[in-house]
């Protein structure tokens, strides 16, 4: 072995690790916070390496940035501002571009209207609350190549009485252009920030689109063929 680097979380996961051309290590992973335990802290160690923070929501997410030496050069977690409930940010899927930008997506729930969720330190709006901390709603993030939040966007329920959810592992593709297209699987109608997306059956799969700015472009439903596109 030429290095380890180890962390201690509550229940942690690597969901993905991608390398890039000057042999950096990019890993995401997903892992519970001071929600589900106060005494779910997070220390990562290694060569070089004794960093360590906590964050406010019951399930959240980081993305750590490892030289080739196995030295620690970031890590950049979900975090927020937490009142009461359960909210979760749970991450599925990053790719790094030629840039090293980092794009992360997933599903994510604010659990309560007193809640507030960010990745970064960027706002990632969810929309209203609905009645269960149970429904998620699709989101992607962008990091710039030190880590910082470039921008940060979810998607919102169509109807304040019925709820949608994703149900999937939400992924995502970068573009050249800095754009990014996600991909997942909901039960109700979603609002890409005007840009609407209907169904004629209770699960449907749908692609939405963000610019290199993190503004929503275009949504639509590739289940059906009569989809509706804004």
């Known amino acids: 072995w030429d290095w380890v680097v180890s962390a201690q979380l509550c229940n942690g996961e690597v969901?993905?690790?991608?390398?890039d051309s000057q042999g950096n290590t990019h890993v995401l992973v997903n892992f519970?916070?001071?929600?589900?335990?106060?005494?779910?802290?997070?220390e990562i160690k290694g060569t070089?390496?004794?960093?360590?923070?906590?964050?406010?929501?019951?399930?959240?997410?980081?993305?750590m940035k490892l030289d080739s030496s196995g030295n620690l050069l970031w890590v950049t977690p979900s975090?927020?501002?937490?009142?009461?409930?359960?909210?979760q940010v749970i991450s599925t899927d990053m790719v790094v571009d030629s840039n090293g930008n980092v794009t992360i997506s997933g599903r994510a729930t604010i659990a309560s209207s007193a809640n507030n969720i960010t990745f970064a330190g960027v706002d990632l709006d969810l929309g209203t609350y609905c009645s269960s901390s149970s429904y998620y709603r699709p989101f992607v993030v962008r990091l710039d190549g030190n880590g910082n939040g470039a921008w940060a966007q979810g998607a919102r329920s169509l109807l304040s009485n019925t709820c949608a959810?994703?149900?999937s592992n939400v992924k995502?593709?970068?573009?050249?252009?800095?754009?990014?297209?996600?991909?997942?699987?909901?039960?109700?109608?979603?609002?890409?920030?005007?840009?609407?997306?209907?169904?004629?059956s209770y699960y449907y799969r749908y692609l939405a689109h963000v610019d290199a700015s993190g503004n929503w472009?275009?949504?639509?439903?590739?289940?059906?063929?009569?989809?509706?596109?804004?």
């Open 165 to 167: 959810s994703e149900s």
């Open 15 to 19: 969901r993905e690790m991608v390398s």
């Open 32 to 42: 519970h916070g001071l929600a589900y335990s106060s005494n779910c802290d997070v």
């Open 79 to 87: 975090s927020g501002s937490r009142s009461t409930g359960s909210p």
């Open 48 to 63: 070089s390496v004794d960093e360590s923070f906590s964050t406010v929501n019951y399930a959240d997410s980081m993305v």
């Open 172 to 200: 995502v593709v970068s573009h050249p252009d800095g754009s990014a297209t996600i991909t997942g699987t909901v039960n109700r109608e979603l609002d890409f920030n005007g840009h609407q997306v209907s169904h004629n």
């Open 217 to 230: 472009q275009w949504a639509k439903n590739i289940t059906q063929s009569s989809s509706s596109m804004g």
